[in-house]
């Protein structure tokens, strides 16, 4: 039994401490002193308890950066560049979530959302700051049940109750499927640190019972980040949740599950990685275009080269997850479950730069998890602005935004946009690095262009329903011409983040510099 | 100043726009034109400059570059910000300038929403701008997205005629076009070793012969989508015809030359065997282009898609010269771009501005009898119509004779077969000449106006015997400037090719150059 270092560890959890903290003074605020206060006072006090206590925990990360990495307890507690980098992405997005939520009515129990609010994202931040199998699991619940409880908190409301069961019935399964897999590991491995997971796999080879439990694992994450086929919760849960829940859903939760299950499958995993290539037409054509269209067909029957391992699954689910979540995407009316469908192809975008599972693919899927962050999150917070005054989230409810919403429409473009992958927005860059970290994997062949294409191609398909939306938002007259005005900050946090999402795009550069190095010591 | 800064000027010129006040529609436009006009200035300058000095620079430096800004961007992929000009963008450039002037002008009109018609038009000239002089791959394709956007806003806002349809066609026409670019641009920039976007330097790592043969088509038809090459021509005339007069001038005039130059700049330079293997396809493939878009043209009841198809006919012309692979033909591929912009801007003003903003039609048979009532149209429409059949002393001549003879020494048949489409060229545009600014008589005897009219639910105008039925706004001052301006470029350009034409040959000579 080693000893614990106590002291050590404490310091490594400031920032998580001080949130506990801050969760139950906004708990004790609002169930002592704010009982006969007004909603919105209640609101906007608890919410600005929350704000400052995300703000002083960003202090000890801050200062936690450029020190040397520390590993705690055999891997329980990781302290690196890159945990502490995306624990502030974290504080980031329930920073911008907690501003939204506090323009929003979050019915009568105010404490107790934001507190839920804060313990999730403590869920976030060991998930991120993890690399033992069961602390994974530890914190993918924490966070997964406080947002089961966020998503209903409309209590009013049936849509709210059914996207809570229905997001709660998955997510208990996935669960299942998630403990039984890391359960084959462990019971294989006798190990529950990924890094010595890694090496008893490297050394004994795989069996094919850790197949099964790659499997199970991939099945398990696939569920949390919503990935086709495991994607059928989202879009209930998505429309269904009050909108800020849904926000940190789709952002917070997706890139610390994102973040965490890319450390399992390229730690862990990293022996069973297997390979997904299509050796297309390139190396072999030399006849006629005739000669082309033949040989694209037999290349179509032969030229896949798939061996087992995770590449392989990812491949196809992150394929299915383009292709499905854009199409479907086209014929939603309600802009929450477009964005749902939406953000399910960008997991599949997502999937393509860990399948390349280099430096420059994993620098890049950590690249596109914080633009993609950032760009959500603003979307769901006008999203969640404009629609409580608007009527509701349907797309008829934001034609003439332009017009009774100038500034926020504004916004709402560039995240759309950035969303559409065009330049020079951050989503534009961050795609573009994904796939061409995908391309850089095999120069020479282009194995993995198959899945460059489809997601090139898909992106074409999904500018038409980021269009339509915008159509709805520029184009079309407004129902009435009242104007819709919002508070000054939600406005102006908002446009911070719509200017994060700008630079990011036209100066990736530094971002880059700082997860290069970081990657590289991984 | 360095002509780069006509980008700059019109992005302030976007944001500046945005910053006035909703309701001062006078400052605003004249906000715009003054941006657009110091654009046109710097970039004027900077060609005269550049004609002077051409042939020292080359003698000196071997290439005719001229760089305006080389910096790096984003190190990890080594892309740079560089931006250049040479004789064969610099022509481009400075129809972007003149378009840009003129459009504004002529949406002088335009009334609703007047803040955001000039963001978004001013943003798009930027782009057009900046591909323009893009000489790093990455940053050409960031600006070629970029100009994709704006397009859509404006047709969709301020267009007709099925105007969502039309918007969401071009953008998604265009935007396919582009994925292709982009699967074509990381497969290059990875074969060629991943190091640099530039696209000088890509050129100096020729990839082997069999990946060039599948990687240019990639390339190649990704941008001639927006060239409007044949058969995925179809957004074009859809798309001009549902555009605002402005956009209209812009789209054919400037947007669909950042295809056919972007297929000149980057897959041409950087896959010549790929051309090699594949310019009879392209060639011919123009032909059918040329001959196709002009039939069409004249089978048209609607003098707004008569324009629309002949720019299809017309940009067959450019497709075909590039094909050639040979001194004149490119040459004449590069001035047609220039000629086709002015002489394409030109129509679509008389068309959708002078003609369909004042009688609110455009169907030939409801037309008619127009040149008492707007003469300075008819004598637009008759100058433009008239450079557009190439005729003699028009840039329109000297830009097509030189494709032709470039497209003889390749196959007497490719130039027999574009040849084709001059007579009905002739015979479409002296028939919408005729129908609009003539064929009083006609309607009057049959009475099918009047008729025309009340099928369209709109009041039967003015039809007193004797007198003209039409009772229009004269032609107002902008319109004149800029009618003016644009029919001069023909002339000047028709009379004096060599003040544009030197520096083209000069640089296609070094391009060809640096293919073998």
């Not at chain 2, 706004?473 to 034409?501: K, R």
Request: overall charge neutral; charged content about 10%.
């Amino acid at each position: 039994m080693m000893a614990v270092p106590y002291y050590e560890v404490f310091k490594a959890l400031g920032a998580e401490a001080m949130l506990v903290v801050t969760a139950f003074v906004a708990l004790t605020l609002d169930l002592v002193w704010l009982r006969r206060a007004g909603m919105k006072t209640r609101s906007r006090t608890v919410g600005s308890v929350a704000l400052v206590g995300l703000l002083a925990s960003a202090i000890p990360l801050w200062r936690q950066f450029g020190q040397h990495s520390l590993v705690l307890l055999g891997g329980t507690l990781v302290v690196n560049g890159l945990t502490t980098l995306f624990n502030l992405v974290i504080i980031t997005l329930t920073l911008v979530t907690v501003v939204i939520s506090m323009d929003f009515d979050v019915g009568r129990h105010v404490g107790e959302y934001y507190a839920t609010l804060l313990f999730g994202a403590i869920g976030m931040m060991l998930l991120v700051s993890t690399e033992e199998l069961i602390t994974i699991f530890v914190a993918l619940e924490l966070t997964s049940i406080c947002l089961y409880i966020l998503t209903a908190f409309h209590k009013g409301e049936l849509r709210s109750q059914e996207a809570a069961v229905k997001y709660f019935m998955f997510g208990a399964i996935s669960s299942a499927f998630l403990l039984f897999g890391l359960g084959y590991v462990y019971g294989l491995t006798g190990a529950t640190n990924l890094r010595e997971v890694a090496k008893i796999i490297q050394t004994s080879g795989a069996s094919p019972l850790m197949a099964v439990a790659l499997l199970f694992v991939i099945i398990g994450f696939g569920f949390k980040v919503a990935i086709v086929p495991f994607h059928l919760w989202a879009p209930d849960a998505y429309e269904g949740a009050p909108t800020p829940v849904t926000a940190f859903i789709a952002t917070g939760s997706k890139v610390a599950s994102f973040f965490v299950f890319a450390k399992v499958m390229l730690l862990g995993f990293g022996g069973m990685q297997g390979a997904a290539y299509h050796y297309g037409v390139s190396a072999t054509w030399q006849g006629s275009v005739v000669d082309l269209l033949g040989q694209l067909g037999t290349s179509f029957r032969n030229g896949f080269y798939f061996s087992s391992g995770w590449t392989m699954l990812l491949a196809v689910t992150g394929a299915a997850s383009m292709v499905l979540g854009n199409c479907v995407a086209i014929v939603q009316r309600n802009v929450k479950r477009l964005l749902a469908y939406s953000s399910i192809a960008h997991a599949g975008y997502i999937l393509v730069g860990l399948i390349a599972a280099t430096q420059m693919g994993t620098t890049s899927v950590l690249f596109y998890l914080i633009v993609y962050g950032l760009t959500n999150l603003g979307a769901f917070g006008v999203v969640a602005a404009v629609a409580a005054r608007a009527g509701g989230d349907d797309v008829e409810n934001f034609n003439g935004m332009a017009r009774r919403a100038p500034f926020l429409s504004l916004l709402m473009l560039v995240f759309i946009l950035s969303l559409a992958g065009i330049p020079p927005l951050g989503g534009f860059f961050g795609k573009f690095y994904l796939f061409a970290a995908a391309v850089e994997r095999d120069p020479q062949s282009f194995g993995l262009l198959w899945l460059v294409m489809i997601g090139v191609l898909m992106s074409a398909v999904s500018l038409y329903y980021y269009l339509i939306l915008l159509k709805h938002v520029y184009v079309l007259p407004p129902k009435d011409d009242t104007v819709i005005a919002t508070p000054t900050y939600v406005n102006l946090v908002l446009a911070a983040t719509a200017l994060a999402v700008i630079l990011l795009g036209v100066f990736p550069e530094p971002l880059l510099a700082l997860l290069k190095p970081l990657v590289a010591r991984l | 100043m360095r002509t780069d800064w006509s980008i700059y000027i019109s992005f302030i010129g976007a944001g500046l726009v945005m910053l006035l006040p909703r309701n001062a529609k006078t400052l605003i436009r004249w906000t715009a034109l003054l941006t657009g006009s110091i654009g046109l200035l710097i970039a004027l300058t900077g060609y005269f400059a550049y004609n002077a000095t051409f042939s020292d620079l080359i003698k000196s430096q071997g290439d005719g570059f001229v760089t305006l800004v080389n910096r790096p961007w984003i190190s990890a992929l080594g892309i740079h910000y560089h931006l250049a000009v040479d004789g064969i963008n610099y022509p481009l450039v400075v129809l972007n300038g003149f378009v840009c002037v003129t459009g504004i002008l002529f949406s002088w009109n335009i009334e609703e929403r007047v803040k955001e018609f000039f963001a978004f038009f001013l943003t798009l000239i930027a782009a057009v701008y900046g591909v323009f002089m893009a000489m790093d791959l990455f940053l050409l394709f960031v600006f070629y997205e970029l100009a994709i956007i704006p397009k859509y806003f404006i047709i969709a806002i301020w267009g007709s005629t099925r105007k969502e349809y039309g918007a969401m066609k071009l953008v998604l026409y265009s935007f396919i076009g582009s994925a292709l670019v982009l699967i074509g641009v990381l497969a290059l920039f990875f074969a060629a070793g991943g190091h640099s976007f530039g696209i000088l330097e890509l050129a100096k790592h020729p990839l082997s012969p069999d990946l060039q043969r599948w990687m240019f088509p990639l390339l190649f038809v990704g941008f001639a989508v927006l060239a409007g090459m044949w058969p995925l021509h179809t957004w074009a005339p859809m798309g001009h015809v549902a555009a605002p007069t402005a956009a209209s001038m812009l789209l054919a005039g400037v947007v669909m030359k950042l295809g056919s130059y972007a297929c000149l700049r980057a897959a041409m330079l950087l896959m010549p065997q790929g051309l090699e293997y594949w310019k009879w396809w392209i060639a011919w493939i123009a032909v059918i282009g040329i001959v196709y878009g002009a039939a069409v043209a004249f089978a048209q009841k609607d003098f707004k898609f008569i324009i629309g198809y002949s720019s299809v006919s017309h940009m067959g012309f450019v497709l075909l010269g590039l094909a050639t692979l040979n001194v004149k033909g490119i040459s004449g591929a590069v001035l047609q771009m220039f000629s086709h912009g002015v002489i394409a801007s030109l129509l679509f003003a008389v068309v959708g501005r002078m003609v369909y903003d004042r009688t609110h039609t455009r169907q030939l048979d409801e037309l008619g009898g127009l040149r008492p009532v707007i003469p300075f149209a008819f004598w637009t429409f008759l100058i433009a119509g008239a450079a557009s059949m190439g005729l003699p002393g028009f840039s329109g001549f000297v830009a097509e004779i030189q494709v032709l003879i470039g497209a003889f020494s390749m196959s007497p048949w490719l130039a027999a077969g574009a040849g084709l489409s001059i007579p009905i060229t002739v015979a479409y545009i002296l028939n919408a000449l005729h129908k609009v600014f003539f064929a009083e008589e006609e309607h009057a005897g049959h009475g099918s106006a009047a008729h025309a009219d009340e099928l369209h639910g709109r009041d039967a105008r003015a039809t007193g015997a004797g007198e003209s039925r039409w009772n229009l706004p004269p032609i107002t001052c902008p319109e004149m400037v800029a009618g003016a301006i644009l029919m001069s470029l023909l002339v000047i350009i028709g009379i004096y090719p060599s003040i544009m034409l030197n520096m083209i040959t000069a640089n296609v000579e070094l391009f060809l150059r640096g293919l073998r």
